[in-house]
Nanobody, 124 residues
Framework: QVQLVESGGGLVQAGGSLRLSCAASGRTFSSYAMGWFRQAPGKEREFVSTITWRGGYTYYADSVKGRFTISRDNVNNRVYLQMNSLKPEDTAVYYC?????????????????WGQGTQVTVSS
């Protein structure tokens, strides 16, 4: 069982930056692929980024590529999402997700564990 708690969301102006953090419980965090997803009002949840269990591979949605960076700290059981050059269309609730696997996962249906989400609001 893994519990995930996101933090770091908030209100920021367009062009600004935020760093989201996801703290994970469990002794085998390094065996989990981690992902970030987001859901804007009235829209379905969508993939943002993922990182493999040892951090050797990362993957991004086209909409955030070049602006967001995912990373992980397997010693402290955390995964991060550095978000730069934020746009109003990045406004959403951001969720951290985990799956016990070494694969790259971009679909939410494959993730086993989810955090409660953190709100990111980007003003124009």
């Amino acid at each position: 069982q893994v519990q995930l708690v996101e933090s770091g969301g908030g209100l920021v102006q367009a062009g600004g930056s935020l760093r989201l953090s996801c703290a994970a419980s469990g002794r085998t965090f390094s065996s989990y692929a981690m992902g970030w997803f987001r859901q804007a009002p009235g829209k379905e949840r969508e993939f943002v980024s993922t990182i493999t269990w040892r951090g050797g591979y990362t993957y991004y949605a086209d909409s955030v590529k070049g602006r967001f960076t995912i990373s992980r700290d397997n010693v402290n059981n955390r995964v991060y999402l550095q978000m730069n050059s934020l746009k109003p269309e990045d406004t959403a609730v951001y969720y951290c997700a985990a799956k016990y696997t070494g694969q790259v996962l971009t679909s939410e249906q494959f993730y086993e564990y989810w955090g409660q989400g953190t709100q990111v609001t980007v003003s124009s």
